[in-house]
C-alpha cells in the first residue's frame, strides 16, 4: 500500500487555479477523503470528476479540498498500490 499518492490538482476550495496542465500534489493515503462530483465541474477548462478533501488533524479545524480530473476508482487503486 502506497502512503502517498499523486494527485494533478486543478483547483481548491471552490478556486479555479487557471493552469490547464494543473499542478501535482502529493497526498497522505491515509489522510484524505475522496468524493466523486456528479455531475463533473469545471477548473481550469478541465472536468474535474473528484475531490480530495484532507482530514483535520491537530488544533486545525480546517478541510482543504482539492479537484482532480482523475475518478476515485483509479485513486483508489493507486493508493492501494
Do not use: H, R
Not at 48 to 77: D, E, F, H
Amino acid at each position: 500500500m502506497a502512503n502517498l499518492i499523486s494527485v494533478t490538482v486543478y483547483g481548491s476550495n471552490q478556486n479555479d487555479w487557471n493552469k490547464t496542465s494543473g499542478v501535482v500534489l502529493a497526498f497522505p493515503t491515509q489522510g484524505i477523503l475522496l468524493e466523486t462530483i456528479s455531475p463533473a465541474v469545471s477548473y481550469s477548462g478541465v472536468a474535474c470528476n473528484t475531490a480530495v478533501k484532507l482530514l483535520p488533524y491537530g488544533p486545525s479545524p480546517i478541510q482543504p479540498v482539492y479537484y482532480t480530473s482523475a475518478t476515485v476508482a483509479s485513486l483508489i487503486t493507486l493508493a492501494n498500490a
